[in-house]
């Protein structure tokens, strides 16, 4: 297949685009804007290697552009969206670019496969999303037929993009997929993110800001995983239906966080209790059971998984000392400094 995907240089969206070059002979294009999480280097496997660099093209543009987007999506087979501002705290302190991208950019993406869709062609349209739709659960799990809760403005702007997808699937007839993930971690995260934060963090023996009691309970999905769920729904998902790829077990940040210190020989005296986000979600958790029913399950276990991430963060310090250039400093104080400075033992 010819693939547009959207976001291809961001944490999830370079896994999809490493591996399905690897394992596939489609052919790629990425579409992404390079924002602070869009890091070009998470794609220097691929430019290195002359069988994958030949199938691959990157653009730099914006998917809420319609003159950038409409030509990629006249000639691709299918289209990976998975560009996204995704950080929670971020979408609190700032949240029209979650707007512009999980809503706007989808639209755009949506028009231009609609239009080739009316002039008698089919373009499948993949959104990936996140478990975060569906809201916190005290109980139970969800399915892809319940109702979206969102509590965050990042979930929100998810979930309308979500609507937007089904609602032209039903309206125009076009083949459409929706995935929804847990909680992601693996190599390449951006370090704004809980695992990457604290890993580095912890090598610098610098403190560890922890959410309230750091019992929010997420599911853990490794990120190779992740990607070749998304490239399994593509292949074999049925038009229309959205699917939750769940990982492989839930946990407590503070089970997460001691795994981590555990591994790098680091005291638990460097976390700090600081105080939480507004409208910080408890707990996630989803029934898998349909992507199970065709045949996919991940097989990348928590301990396996959260080893393999320490020890790329630890042997890739020049990439994530990167990632904490130009805004970080002010962002980290804005959004930690405070906190911080009132934070007590955890």
Not at 136 to 145: Q, T
Not at 277 to 295: C, E, K, V
Request: aromatic share 8%.
């Amino acid at each position: 297949m010819r693939l547009l995907v959207t976001g291809g240089a961001g944490f999830i969206g370079s896994a999809f685009v490493r591996r399905r070059l690897e394992s596939t002979a489609d052919s790629i294009v990425v579409l992404d804007r390079l924002t602070y999480a869009g890091n070009r280097a998470n794609l220097a496997d691929v430019e290195a290697d002359p069988d994958r660099a030949r199938r691959y093209r990157f653009i730099h543009g914006d998917i809420a552009d319609p003159a950038t987007v409409r030509p990629l999506v006249a000639s691709a087979d299918a289209i990976v969206n998975f560009a996204a501002e995704s950080h929670v705290d971020r979408s609190i302190l700032d949240s029209e670019a979650f707007l512009r991208t999980g809503v706007i950019g989808v639209h755009v993406l949506l028009e231009a496969v609609r239009e080739v869709t009316a002039a008698g062609r089919k373009v499948r349209h993949l959104q990936v999303s996140t478990d975060e739709v569906y809201g916190s659960l005290e109980e139970g799990m969800s399915s892809e037929d319940d109702p979206l809760a969102p509590r965050s403005p990042y979930a929100a702007a998810k979930a309308a993009g979500d609507l937007l997808v089904r609602a032209y699937h039903v309206t125009y007839d076009m083949d459409t997929l929706i995935t929804r993930g847990s909680n992601t971690y693996g190599p390449h995260q951006h370090v704004e993110k809980l695992i990457p934060l604290f890993v580095t963090n912890a090598i610098d023996d610098q403190p560890l800001p922890l959410y309230g009691d750091g019992l929010q309970c997420r599911d853990w999905l490794y990120v190779d995983d992740h990607a070749d769920a998304i490239g399994f729904v593509l292949d074999h998902g049925r038009s229309g239906q959205a699917y939750n790829v769940a990982g492989t077990g839930a946990r407590p940040n503070r089970e997460i966080v001691a795994a981590l210190l555990g591994a790098l020989g680091k005291p638990w005296s460097l976390v700090r209790a600081v105080a939480d986000r507004p409208g910080h979600d408890r707990r996630y958790a989803m029934d898998g059971s349909r992507l199970a029913g065709l045949g996919w399950r991940p097989s990348v276990g928590l301990e396996d998984g959260l080893a393999a991430t320490v020890g790329w963060y630890q042997s890739h310090e020049a990439w994530w000392r990167a990632a904490k250039n130009g805004d970080w400093d002010a962002y980290y104080e804005r959004q930690y400094g405070e906190r911080l400075a009132g934070s007590t033992s955890a």
